[in-house]
């Protein structure tokens, strides 16, 4: 059985962005960069022919990553969440129980996941700890640094897809 991947429709769209400008613009220039490093002659010594083939194969395996990705992809309108329990998509708002400080988190897909911009992934520990949990439950977490714990203070949708 396939294990698919569940994704926003914003998160889809931007791969599908990513594997048209890796195919159409990344893919033909790596092939000009290394026509060009072919042409000043010995392969064996020839560092800019061998970056060139080093990046063709990252361009290339990010692509098979990609396609791979997209065709297991569970692509989820993350405006029409449900919102009395915390579901991918969802934006929950916790208190760590410890320092006081309030968070918020939308919780995404592996692939999306920027904690800098305020995303987890719901296999990350926190995103599987608050899954199917509710608005004033608590949520217990095993970290590397140790188990934390939250409150969820409040659940709600995302204002984008």
Known sequence: MVERIPMSKSGNQNLR???QRLERVERGE????????REHGDLKENAEYHAAK????????????????????????????TTEKVVFGTVVELIDLDTEEEVTYQLLGPEEA????????????????MLGKEQGDE???????????????????????
């Open 54 to 81: 080093d990046r063709q194969g990252h361009i290339e395996g990010r692509i098979l990553e990609i396609k791979d990705k997209l065709s297991r992809a569970e692509v989820i309108d993350c405006a029409k969440v």
């Open 114 to 129: 920027d904690v800098k911009k305020g995303s987890i992934s719901v296999l990350s520990p926190i995103g599987r700890s």
């Open 17 to 19: 962005e990513e594997l």
């Open 139 to 161: 949520v217990l977490v095993n970290t590397p640094g140790g188990k934390r714990e939250f409150e969820i203070v409040n659940i709600r949708s995302s204002s984008f897809s």
């Open 30 to 37: 790596v092939v000009k960069a290394i026509e060009v490093a």
